[in-house]
């Protein structure tokens, strides 16, 4: 069972990628998508890049694991963030940090993109507010922060020490966090310095007076064995040092917020030294059923049907194991009930040292522990429903404990056996859209993008796929069920 279930989720998997193939990262935020975009366009032949992998924990470790060979960041972050240093720090103290671990930063890209905090202007004129220690003598003022900018070291905790700060702020996608200061749901946000949307949403950018942000310069954070296993990628990323100018990042930026262009558009603009050509007219059927769709969409049914099929190689013994063993019916289903507690994102961080990888392999051990409860749990209900009446007629029969589960009891369980594998593939379609924040893809893809750039027409793109796929499911069950249980209860 433990081998067929391997090589089922390895092969669904598929080959790793060798390493004459550039492999190139990036964050959930629109700089990241489109500095990523301009590392891979820039290597000769091209390069094999993994966009949107979530915050700087898992990419990070997707590095060190060796699933990437460099992405995008920012000085301050790895001082602070990864390292917990404070105070200006060099590119050579950080190499020195980065070294045991095979890492290395180099190539400054020629442009700073700081943390701030912003106010809408008309409010911070009324309430006299230009600099953050002005915060404190409004504690009743509303803060929207990205869930990212709470938790690292260099951002809100850092903020609260050296302001005294009293607020308690919501946790907000930094995409959306711009529509709720407008609307006024919020009062101030946290904003990168290089965002294109300050001046369009009218943002006053408080400042940072006692000079708690550290300088956040662009860079390469590379493994360090990549001069020598692709030389020629390597160089293309070098010249790279220094092109980047802030206000090129912001228009950058601009293009793909504010003028709807693609990342790789606005990437590919640069590189050829001009300004990307005006955004086609977008339709959302166009939108829907555009270039990756049936990409997305083989993706999206690998991670679900992949880990549904391992799924139930493994939770139909665990349900007929505990239905059969009052001693193990509660540590079982304790154990695929604190599994499926487990927040999806967290799993999936943890999964990345483990198996020292992104992308397929990490989402599809993730889904299929997920699919297990109900499984497990229905299977376990159908076998214990079956009556004591019928297990003594096969006892007189003289069938095996085997035959009786073979000929009796999964017969007459099917009914609740399908309809648990049915929520299991549903919620599997739901979940599968968080395995995009890990590079394997899917509809999720679309909406982390969405999300990035505020634009409900690509993150509906991308939910409105799951959700047909999910009924889609649902249907197909609904009519095996209608189409085999009558001849299942004849043969019962």
Do not use: C
Request: charged residues 20%.
């Amino acid at each position: 069972m433990k081998r067929i279930l391997l090589a089922l989720l390895l092969a669904a998997a598929g080959a790793a990628q060798g390493d004459e193939v550039l492999r190139v990262g990036s964050k959930r935020f629109t700089e990241s998508y489109i500095l990523g975009e301009i590392l891979a366009q820039s290597v000769p032949g091209g390069a094999e890049y993994k966009p949107g992998l979530g915050n700087t924990g898992i990419v990070y470790a997707a590095l060190k694991a060796g699933s990437i060979d460099v992405y995008p960041e920012y000085t301050g972050t790895i001082a602070r963030e990864i390292f917990g240093l404070k105070g200006s720090v060099t590119l050579a103290e950080l190499n020195a940090r980065l070294a045991p671990e095979g890492l290395g930063v180099a190539v400054p890209l020629g442009f700073s993109n700081s943390y701030a905090l912003a106010m809408r202007e008309a409010e911070a004129m009324r309430l006299s507010l230009r600099r953050l220690s002005d915060l404190a003598r409004h504690p009743a003022l509303k803060l929207g922060l990205s869930q990212e900018f709470i938790a690292r070291a260099d951002g809100w905790p850092a903020l609260q020490t050296a302001y005294g700060l009293r607020q308690t702020p919501t946790g907000l996608d930094h995409g959306l966090a711009y529509e709720a200061i407008a609307a006024g749901r919020i009062d101030v946000m946290d904003i990168y310095s290089t965002d294109a949307k300050i001046e369009r949403y009218g943002l006053r950018v408080l400042e940072d007076d006692r000079g708690v942000f550290p300088r956040y310069d662009a860079v390469l954070l590379y493994r360090l064995d990549l001069s020598q296993r692709l030389p020629q990628a390597w160089q293309a990323l070098q010249a790279l040092q220094g092109r980047i100018s802030e206000t090129q990042m912001m228009r950058m930026n601009a293009a793909a917020e504010l003028e709807h262009k693609s990342f790789a558009d606005v990437a590919k603009a640069f590189l050829a030294g001009g300004a990307a050509g005006a955004a086609p007219a977008r339709s959302f059927i166009g939108v829907l059923f555009g270039a990756d769709f049936w990409r997305l969409t083989r993706e999206h049914l690998l991670l679900v049907f992949a880990s549904l099929a391992a799924g139930i190689l493994v939770a139909l013994p665990l349900g007929v194991l505990a239905a059969r063993k009052d001693a193990l019916a509660q540590p079982i289903l304790g154990t695929v009930g604190v599994i499926q507690t487990i927040p999806a994102l967290a799993l999936l961080a943890f999964l990345i040292p483990l198996l020292g990888s992104i992308g397929t392999a990490p989402a599809l051990i993730a889904l299929f522990l997920y699919s297990l409860l109900p499984i497990v749990r229905n299977t376990h209900a159908g076998i214990e429903g079956v009556g004591r009446g019928m297990r003594d007629a096969a006892q007189a029969l003289g069938l095996t404990p085997r035959d009786q589960l073979l000929l009796i009891e999964l017969p007459l369980a099917a009914p609740a056996i399908l309809a648990g594998i049915k929520t299991s593939a549903v919620i599997g379609v739901g979940t599968a859209t968080i395995a995009a924040f890990i590079g394997a893809g899917g509809y999720g893809e679309r909406i982390a993008q969405g999300l990035a750039l505020n634009d409900n027409m690509t993150l509906l793109a991308g939910a409105i796929p799951a959700a047909g796929l999910a009924l889609i499911i649902q249907g197909l069950f609904e009519l095996i069920e209608r189409r085999a249980f009558p001849s299942l209860r004849r043969r019962a």
